[in-house]
């Protein structure tokens, strides 16, 4: 059965909705599945083995990590949790899932990663505290599970290039027929037209041939970081104003059917980018 119209419901209730669905939780999910199929044995097992020593290590029952898909939500699970002050207990990490790179200027990390505060240098944190066995075993367990989400992240492309307007957040939108208080172009992004992309086609969740591995999971994180800014100028922005994708924001845009349609194959695109390069980041780091 389609999975977009609860997508659909989720995003008009999100004022209610746990963040653990906040970005396409479908989407972060088939990234970690692509990535399991994908990965050598020897890589597969190192992860289960951390996933089961999870729970008591991390201390999160209520978001679970004892899979590499309950894994993929755990960073924006824990978001719901509080110290006993009432305070976000991992409010440190907020900032570690995007970065605030404007697409109409020339591409620069170094402010919007200021002391590693942005999605692109946690990544290459989290792979270097894998690689490092001295890593105590806690340090180790949340760095994979922060792995896993945040590649995911980096490849939703509204999380690596903006104009000042909260990753799109700030500009309500219409999806085909489909419009709420809550829908705005970030939101689509993460969850309507992510699960219209996963669910077109073939499956996206299958062992890949060795040379398209290596032509899509080439590069370095910061490459694949600029990709996804491109592809919020090229794709996400251009689409919505249509055409310039730098004009003024407008305070409402409208995906009509046609342009879902072009943009479903840029969406399934870096989903598969996600997977097949966590898969990467992960054999670099465990195998």
């Known amino acids: 059965?389609?999975?977009?119209?609860?997508?659909?419901?989720?995003?008009?209730?999100?004022?209610?909705?746990?963040?653990?669905?906040?970005?396409?939780?479908?989407?972060?999910?088939?990234?970690?599945?692509?990535?399991?199929?994908?990965?050598?044995?020897?890589?597969?097992?190192?992860?289960?083995?951390?996933?089961?020593?999870?729970?008591?290590?991390?201390?999160?029952?209520?978001?679970?990590?004892?899979?590499?898909?309950?894994?993929?939500?755990?960073?924006?699970?824990?978001?719901?949790?509080?110290?006993?002050?009432?305070?976000?207990?991992?409010?440190?990490?907020?900032?570690?899932?995007?970065?605030?790179?404007?697409?109409?200027?020339?591409?620069?990390?170094?402010?919007?990663?200021?002391?590693?505060?942005?999605?692109?240098?946690?990544?290459?944190?989290?792979?270097?505290?894998?690689?490092?066995?001295?890593?105590?075993?806690?340090?180790?367990?949340?760095?994979?599970?922060?792995?896993?989400?945040?590649?995911g992240d980096l490849h939703q492309p509204l999380h690596a290039g903006e104009k000042d307007d909260k990753g799109g957040n700030d500009i309500a939108a219409t999806y085909g027929i489909y419009s709420a208080p809550r829908f705005n172009l970030h939101s689509i992004w993460d969850g309507p037209l992510a699960e219209r992309a996963i669910t077109t086609g073939p499956s996206l969740v299958r062992r890949y041939p060795a040379p398209v591995r290596a032509k899509i999971a080439a590069g370095t994180v910061m490459d694949w970081s600029r990709e996804s800014w491109l592809v919020a100028h090229d794709s996400v922005y251009t689409s919505a104003l249509k055409g310039d994708p730098c004009a003024p924001n407008p305070a409402h845009v409208t995906l009509d059917d046609a342009t879902i349609d072009s943009l479903v194959p840029v969406a399934r695109l870096q989903v598969e980018r996600g997977g097949l390069r966590l898969a990467k980041l992960l054999d670099q780091a465990l195998a």
């Open 1 to 151: 059965m389609s999975r977009i119209l609860p997508a659909l419901a989720a995003v008009a209730l999100a004022a209610t909705a746990s963040p653990a669905a906040a970005y396409w939780e479908y989407g972060h999910q088939t990234v970690a599945e692509i990535a399991r199929a994908n990965v050598r044995p020897q890589t597969r097992a190192a992860v289960e083995r951390l996933l089961r020593q999870s729970g008591p290590l991390l201390d999160t029952p209520t978001c679970p990590t004892r899979t590499i898909e309950e894994a993929s939500v755990w960073a924006d699970c824990i978001k719901t949790i509080k110290t006993p002050e009432g305070k976000p207990k991992f409010g440190y990490a907020y900032n570690w899932h995007f970065q605030d790179v404007n697409i109409c200027k020339p591409f620069d990390l170094v402010p919007p990663c200021k002391d590693g505060n942005c999605v692109t240098a946690q990544i290459e944190r989290d792979v270097k505290l894998l690689k490092d066995k001295s890593t105590p075993a806690k340090a180790r367990v949340e760095a994979l599970v922060f792995l896993i989400h945040f590649v």
